[in-house]
């Protein structure tokens, strides 16, 4: 299962509008959003929301689980 864990504040919440995985579940866990996929890649796409280089760059420092398989200016996506 492919998980990112996104600081639940508002600076942060254009990476959750990222998400274009159509499986992908969002909850709360403490102070995080952990944002993962059952079936198949978790996938974000910058273009989707236009998120700030601060932003999106830093938008594995609060965890993930899978494998990076792509991490660029357009696109973030994890796998299994």
């Given amino acids: 299962m492919a998980t990112l864990y996104v600081l639940n ?3 942060f919440a254009p990476l959750l509008d990222a998400v274009t ?3 992908a579940r969002t909850d709360a866990v403490g102070d995080y959003l952990r944002v993962t996929s059952d079936g198949g ?3 974000l796409e910058r273009a989707r929301v236009g998120a700030r280089d601060a932003v999106w760059f830093s938008a594995l420092t609060g965890g993930f689980s899978g494998t990076m ?3 660029d200016k357009a696109v973030l996506q994890l796998e299994n």
């Fill in 21 to 23: 995985t159509e499986s």
């Fill in 41 to 43: 890649p978790l996938v």
């Fill in 9 to 11: 504040v508002p600076e």
């Fill in 69 to 71: 398989t792509r991490f």
